[in-house]
């Protein structure tokens, strides 16, 4: 609803490219045929900034970029306020990291903007079976992504990013058993719609 509203400014970030400007890439794909309106026809004001610019001051908050492991370009972000932070990464592989993983923190994809954070939300898409036809598709196992939480000593883990063909008795499935295998010492909520958990500081 904001971006139909005048008057309204909407600031967008996303990762850079040596070929076409962030502002070009989504008005490549959200026009028609592919998209119903147009973003030049959107009545909010956009500004596009691309990324990385690893450290964007936003009021009280500060968000630092990088680039994750992934084969098209991707970025995690940390956001940092009031003593506290949370990490979202999307579309992350870190396995693809080489046998260091799980072990070697200075060569762990995003481990820098995790570490020690009060809340990650990281990819978890697929079970160990389906893991291994999908090496280098870049998304995680379940049991990576939660060795990544461990690794990072996250204090609270959302996974989230479900395979669509994953109904809910089947993640609740992948749940139990990888939380019972792993024994985290963090705690863990999978993430569903409508899903707001409140950070203390």
């Given at each position: 609803?904001?971006?139909?509203?005048?008057?309204?400014?909407?600031?967008?970030?996303?990762?850079?490219?040596?070929?076409?400007?962030?502002?070009?890439?989504?008005?490549?794909?959200?026009?028609?045929?592919?998209?119903?309106?147009?973003?030049?026809?959107?009545?909010?004001?956009?500004?596009?900034?691309?990324?990385?610019?690893?450290?964007?001051?936003?009021?009280?908050?500060?968000?630092?970029?990088?680039?994750?492991?992934?084969?098209?370009?991707?970025?995690?972000?940390?956001?940092?306020?009031?003593?506290?932070?949370?990490?979202?990464?999307?579309?992350?592989?870190?396995?693809?990291?080489?046998?260091?993983?799980?072990?070697?923190?200075?060569?762990?994809?995003?481990?820098?903007?995790?570490?020690?954070?009060?809340?990650?939300?990281?990819?978890?898409?697929?079970?160990?079976?389906?893991?291994?036809?999908?090496?280098?598709?870049?998304?995680?196992?379940?049991?990576?992504?939660?060795?990544?939480?461990?690794?990072?000593?996250?204090?609270h883990y959302v996974p989230f990013h479900h395979d669509p063909t994953h109904n809910d008795d089947t993640l609740d499935r992948m749940f139990e058993q990888t939380t019972q295998d792993v024994q985290p010492s963090y705690r863990v909520t999978p993430s569903r719609e409508g899903l707001a958990i409140e950070i203390a500081g």
């Amino acid at each position: 609803a904001p971006l139909r509203r005048p008057g309204v400014e909407i600031h967008i970030w996303g990762p850079a490219s040596t070929t076409l400007g962030l502002n070009a890439r989504l008005q490549k794909y959200l026009s028609p045929p592919l998209f119903p309106v147009s973003v030049r026809e959107l009545a909010a004001k956009l500004h596009f900034h691309e990324l990385p610019a690893h450290r964007i001051e936003i009021g009280e908050f500060m968000i630092h970029a990088q680039l994750i492991i992934h084969p098209n370009p991707t970025i995690g972000y940390r956001i940092e306020c009031a003593g506290t932070a949370i990490t979202y990464l999307p579309d992350h592989e870190p396995a693809l990291g080489g046998q260091t993983f799980g072990n070697d923190k200075s060569w762990t994809s995003g481990y820098k903007l995790a570490e020690g954070a009060d809340l990650l939300i990281h990819d978890s898409q697929y079970s160990e079976e389906e893991y291994r036809d999908r090496v280098g598709f870049g998304h995680s196992s379940i049991s990576h992504a939660f060795r990544f939480a461990s690794l990072c000593d996250v204090k609270h883990y959302v996974p989230f990013h479900h395979d669509p063909t994953h109904n809910d008795d089947t993640l609740d499935r992948m749940f139990e058993q990888t939380t019972q295998d792993v024994q985290p010492s963090y705690r863990v909520t999978p993430s569903r719609e409508g899903l707001a958990i409140e950070i203390a500081g």
